[in-house]
């Protein structure tokens, strides 16, 4: 996947692919940056946080450390995308603390959507092919003009965030589906099976796994890992202990959560820990 720096904080990514709905590459994830993603077009779901929507030309996603997100094929299709990574502390590089406020400014895994307006959609995609022609430019002032750019994509979005147009009911795939990862992020500590979630909203455990399979891509099962696993990443970054994190995202053992943290991330909580406080601080 082609990555253009703009800064050491920086990432830009314009990609068009091909993709078929039996071989998913973008599957539930979460990062330790924030990413703002312009869909383009493609015959696919975006799952975000507490819901599955169905994207259109103008839809922004944002995301934040520790936000779960990821995209579902529903037929093979052309898939086209533009999005920036975003490390956290470009607000110091920049001495502008509001520059993030569309990330932070907001509850965590709640609004992470927008539908611009066509003369707001239009602005802004005219200048991400600004940038993705500057980045390919091995011209003097090709990476400040790309910053600015996005900065003045980044004051369109959070102008615009900040009015009350969001993605509405219109737009969720399937409404049990959304209740479903509503109820698993209010609930991730007391949750320990399926049966749980489909008997607080009154459903069949049987249906409401086949159609949470059918709209996300993967079993509600895994994805509960996953949640956990993320919000122990963002919590294990707090004054908290590792047992505390351990009972807080859903696990009564703290031996298992250790394998299976280890398992998806490639680390033990505890290197975790260490490795990211230290980045933060």
Not at 32 to 41: D, K, T
Not at 42 to 68: A, H, L, W
Not at 108 to 116: E, K, R, S, T, Y
């Amino acid at each position: 996947m082609p990555v253009n720096h703009i800064l050491k904080e920086l990432s830009f990514y314009h990609t068009v692919t091909f993709e078929q709905s039996n071989h998913n590459e973008h599957m539930i994830h979460s990062h330790i940056y924030c990413e703002l993603y312009f869909f383009v077009g493609g015959e696919c779901s975006y799952i975000v946080e507490n819901g599955v929507y169905k994207p259109q030309k103008g839809t922004v996603i944002f995301t934040r450390p520790g936000e779960m997100h990821g995209v579902h094929i529903d037929t093979d299709c052309t898939y086209e995308r533009y999005y920036f990574s975003i490390t956290p502390s470009i607000v110091k590089t920049l001495t502008a603390p509001e520059l993030l406020r569309c990330f932070y400014n907001r509850p965590h895994g709640q609004q992470n959507a927008i539908d611009l307006p066509s003369e707001v959609s239009e602005h802004c995609f005219s200048l991400l092919q600004k940038i993705d022609l500057l980045t390919v430019q091995n011209l003097p002032d090709a990476r400040p003009l790309a910053l600015a750019a996005f900065l003045e994509i980044l004051h369109d979005i959070n102008c615009y965030v900040e009015a009350p147009h969001r993605l509405t009911e219109h737009t969720e795939q399937n409404l049990l589906v959304n209740r479903a990862m509503r109820y698993i992020n209010q609930n991730l500590a007391e949750i320990r099976s399926t049966a749980d979630i489909a008997a607080a909203l009154y459903v069949q455990r049987e249906y409401l796994s086949r159609k949470f399979s059918e709209h996300t891509g993967i079993p509600i099962s895994r994805y509960i890992t996953l949640k956990r696993i993320a919000r122990a990443k963002t919590e294990l970054l707090q004054e908290k202990s590792i047992t505390e994190v351990c009972t807080q995202c859903g696990w009564k053992d703290y031996s298992y959560f250790s394998t299976v943290f280890h398992r998806e991330v490639g680390m033990s909580p505890m290197q975790y820990k260490k490795k990211y406080k230290t980045t933060e601080s």
